[in-house]
């Protein structure tokens, strides 16, 4: 059970807008930023979204991020055959004595 | 650019201590945050823990009793050590680079598989 709750699939067609979601609370997304992460088939995750709504160069501007009290989003536009991932969200927890928190992962698939 | 490698063994046996060295060119390792990240096949992302620049750490309260991470400033290195493995410890294991102790891993290993087998 992951402290960051994730839809645990998303599909769209191309040219689609496709958001997930990533519900926390107060502890977590509440008062700290959000990440978010793609991970291809086979490879290691990488960053696509950083401080809930910034795009690292290199990241197309289809992809943006938001983050609204204990929940934030991922939002593709454009969706295209090679968007299909699995997405991650992650945060830091205040909970004990403070750690970072991954969502349990979406699992795009492009129709 | 940054770059990290992971490398150790790719089996351990049960019981025994799984040993991880990540290796980090083109930065200090004296700067930010050093972070182990595992991933079981076919699972989601799990947080092991961190190294900071000034050497504290910090560890997931669901491991912290196994887990030791440690920093070799002369090599630019930072090592895991996981005792009492079990089977659950199988997955592949990712080093990273966290640009603020938040989950905001800007740069990672390729990861390396460890089976956890007798």
């Known amino acids: 059970q992951s402290v960051l709750t994730q839809p645990p699939s998303a599909s769209g067609t191309p040219g689609q807008r496709v958001t997930i979601s990533c519900s926390g609370s107060?502890?977590?997304?509440?008062?700290?930023?959000v990440h978010w992460y793609q991970q291809l088939p086979g490879t290691a995750p990488k960053l696509l979204i950083y401080m809930n709504n910034q795009r690292p160069s290199g990241v197309p501007d289809r992809f943006s991020g938001s983050r609204s009290g204990t929940s934030a989003s991922l939002a593709i536009s454009g969706l295209r055959s090679e968007d299909e991932a699995d997405y991650y969200c992650?945060?830091?927890?205040?909970?004990?004595?403070?750690?970072?928190?991954f969502g349990g992962g979406t699992k795009l698939t492009v129709l | 650019q940054v770059q990290l490698q992971e490398s150790g063994p790719g089996v351990v046996r049960p019981s025994e201590t799984l040993s991880l060295t990540c290796t980090v060119s083109g930065d200090s390792i004296r700067s930010f945050y050093w972070s182990w990240i595992r991933q079981p096949p076919g699972k989601g992302l799990e947080w092991i823990g961190y190294?900071?620049?000034?050497?504290?750490?910090n560890y997931n309260p669901s491991l912290k009793s196994r887990v030791t991470i440690s920093v070799d400033t002369s090599t630019n290195q930072f090592s895991l050590k996981m005792t009492s493995v079990t089977a659950a410890d199988t997955a592949v294991y990712y080093c990273a680079r966290d640009l603020g102790a938040s989950g905001y891993f800007d740069y990672r290993g390729q990861g390396t598989l460890v089976t956890v087998s007798s």
């Open positions: 107060s502890s977590n997304i509440g008062s700290h930023y």
């Open positions: 190294i900071s620049y000034s050497g504290s750490t």
């Open positions: 992650a945060a830091w927890d205040d909970s004990l004595t403070g750690h970072v928190v």
